[in-house]
């Protein structure tokens, strides 16, 4: 079992930074197998792909909508994985949910990935 725990979010304002955290616990994590991703839902909306990073190599993979602005990264003593949001834009403000899954699977497919944390909210005022 794995569990991912995130901190960070709250309110950013538009053109600002935030920064997100996911933490990662549990025996079965297997760090050169697994991959780790951020997702975010707006209201009324589908969650949608923000970026991931295999653990191994450190492979970053990013939406085109965060390309530039979104840097995600992994601290591999301490098993978390950062999310750093500059250059807020309005249509950033959702849940971000931390979600892990093995490296064969398709990185940007929610549904591929096996689980996943409670999700912080982002906030962005203009």
């Known amino acids: 079992q794995i569990q991912l725990v995130e901190s960070g979010g709250g309110l950013a304002q538009v053109g600002g930074s935030l920064s997100l955290n996911c933490e990662v616990f549990?025996?079965?994590?297997?760090?050169?197998?697994?991959?780790v991703g951020w997702f975010r839902q707006a209201p009324g909306k589908e969650r949608e792909f923000v970026a991931a990073i295999t653990w191994e190599r450190g492979t970053t993979f990013y939406a085109d909508s965060v390309k530039g602005r979104f840097t995600i990264s992994r601290d591999n003593a301490k098993l978390t994985v950062d999310l750093q949001m500059n250059s807020v834009k309005p249509e950033d403000a959702a849940i971000y949910f931390c979600?892990?899954?093995?490296?064969?699977?398709?990185?940007?497919?929610?549904?591929?990935?096996?689980?996943w944390g409670q999700g912080p909210q982002v906030t962005v005022s203009s």
């Open positions: 979600e892990t899954g093995r490296n064969d699977m398709s990185t940007m497919i929610d549904s591929e990935y096996d689980y």
């Open positions: 549990g025996r079965t994590f297997n760090r050169y197998r697994n991959t």
